[in-house]
Nanobody, 126 residues
Framework: QVQLVESGGELVQAGGSLRLSCAASGQTFTFSKYTMGWFRQAPGKEREFVAAMRWTDSNTYYADFVKGRFTISRDNAKNTVYLQMNSLKPEDTAVYYC?????????????????WGQGAQVTVSS
């Protein structure tokens, strides 16, 4: 059984920073062989892609609305993926989910991801 557990979500003022973490575990889960992604869902909206790091070459991909503000990284030794969020805006308020995909293509496509975390609430006040 694979578990993804997000942490680090909290209330922050606009312009502030947060770092989300997602720890992966599972007896048969080889973290280094999974593309890791971050998605978010704001109230009343559909879940959307935020960022991903492909496992084959560590290339990173970002949604346009976070480019230059958010950075995804991973520590394969700790089975953990991070999302550093800077210059936060009220519209970044959402539940943030991490996900793991055994593939290496179409990293922004949600239904290709095999495992999902339970989500972490990020609230940005104006």
């Amino acid at each position: 059984q694979v578990q993804l557990v997000e942490s680090g979500g909290e209330l922050v003022q606009a312009g502030g920073s947060l770092r989300l973490s997602c720890a992966a575990s599972g007896q048969t889960f080889t973290f280094s062989k999974y593309t890791m992604g971050w998605f978010r869902q704001a109230p009343g909206k559909e879940r959307e892609f935020v960022a991903a790091m492909r496992w084959t070459d560590s290339n990173t991909y970002y949604a346009d609305f976070v480019k230059g503000r958010f950075t995804i990284s991973r520590d394969n030794a700790k089975n953990t993926v991070y999302l550093q969020m800077n210059s936060l805006k009220p519209e970044d308020t959402a539940v943030y989910y991490c996900a793991a995909d055994s593939g290496r293509y179409l990293v922004s496509t949600q239904h290709l991801y095999d495992y999902w975390g339970q989500g972490a609430q990020v609230t940005v006040s104006s």
